[in-house]
């Protein structure tokens, strides 16, 4: 069964740097999409991309964040310069074609900032 | 803003026992998604409802949407100790594919033997 894939599962950074998150959507899929989950709390979106722009962003989503599909595969997320209270569980998803609704997620990647 | 409340956020229940996870939100949304989370894992879809009176079954699952009264339950019958995760509900109130999803708290199940 097509699944929606993340790397790296953990990712530990030092305050200030870059990080790029990476994920490959379902293949065929139209929509993309970014959350993430702070330790013990609730699921928060992020972004959604679709025909190879933004398509909505939170107020989470400031310009230190940042996405990108390089190609007909990858989706990225970038943090520019790490914060500690970036330390978060991100999510990336997708969803198939226009008119299905269901986001199907990735397994996560642990982004620890120290 | 959209708010998404369940209730409630713990729930430890005995093994064979039913019960029901509630599910408020605050816009007018006919599209509401359960989503089970293990720990340190992923979210995994358990249900999509996409209508006003909408119920779906699966196993010991039950879940049913009203969105007249913006409420979506989740009814657990005969628990066992394999439902014990946390369960998410989340709201999508676009008009088009690609909206963003609104999450609630969770509900924290723990099934005892």
């Known amino acids: 069964e097509p699944e929606v894939t993340q790397t790296p599962s953990h990712q530990v950074t030092q305050m200030g740097q870059e990080v790029i998150l990476r994920c490959v959507p379902i293949s065929n899929h139209l929509y993309f999409y970014w959350y993430r989950q702070i330790l013990g709390q609730k699921v928060e979106f992020l972004v959604s991309f679709y025909n190879n722009e933004i398509s909505e962003k939170s107020e989470i989503f400031d310009d230190q964040f940042s996405v990108e599909r390089p190609d007909g595969s990858n989706f990225t997320l970038k943090i520019r310069s790490t914060k500690l209270e970036d330390s978060a569980m991100y999510f990336c998803?997708?969803?198939?074609?226009?008119?299905?609704?269901?986001?199907?997620f990735g397994p996560g990647t642990r982004l620890t900032v120290t | 803003e959209l708010k998404v409340e369940q209730n409630p956020l713990f729930l430890s229940m005995q093994e064979g026992k039913n019960y029901t996870i509630y599910c408020n939100y605050s816009?007018?949304?006919?599209?509401l998604y359960w989503y089970r989370q293990d720990p340190g894992k992923s979210l995994e879809s358990l249900f999509v409802l996409l209508s006003n009176g909408a119920v779906k079954q699966e196993g010991r699952l039950m879940a049913s949407l009203d969105t007249k009264a913006r409420l979506s339950t989740l009814h657990i019958t005969a628990a066992v100790h394999d439902l014990s995760a946390t369960y998410f509900c989340a709201v999508d109130e676009g008009e088009t594919s690609g909206s963003r999803l609104t999450f609630g708290e969770g509900t924290q199940l723990t099934v005892n033997p």
């Open positions: 816009t007018t949304s006919d599209r």
């Open positions: 998803a997708s969803t198939g074609w226009i008119g299905s609704y269901e986001q199907y």
